[in-house]
């Protein structure tokens, strides 16, 4: 299995970025996908969940509202989209199959929101 995050940078509070996750290695239609943030200090947590089809979206509530996921499955990519970012959203951001298995952590992609 192959994770590979892409579309992290520094970006001013108030700012988006659009992040992707391209999979492969596995029947990715099968799998709920997620994105997980780890901030220096703390441990890593949900962001976002999407069900296979598309159908179901789950959202933490410090993001609800501001970020959306959506998924390809044609392409077996995973995006998010975040809006509003605030200082808070700094982090390390990855995807992994939700609930996530831990062999499957990719390197990554860093967001950092300063002024």
């Known amino acids: 299995v192959q994770l590979v995050e892409s579309g992290g940078g520094l970006v001013q509070p108030g700012g988006s970025l659009r992040l992707s996750c391209a999979a492969s290695g596995i029947a990715f239609v099968s799998y709920s996908m997620g994105w997980f943030r780890q901030a220096p200090g703390k441990e890593r947590e949900i962001v976002a969940g999407?069900?296979?089809?598309?159908?179901?979206?789950y959202y933490a509530d410090s993001v609800k509202g501001r970020f959306t996921i959506s998924r390809d499955n044609a392409a077996s990519t995973v995006d998010l989209l975040m809006n509003s970012l605030k200082t808070e959203d700094t982090a390390v951001y990855y995807c992994n199959r939700y609930p996530p298995r831990g062999e499957d952590w990719g390197q990554g992609t860093q967001v950092t929101v300063s002024s």
């Open positions: 999407i069900s296979w089809n598309g159908g179901n979206t």
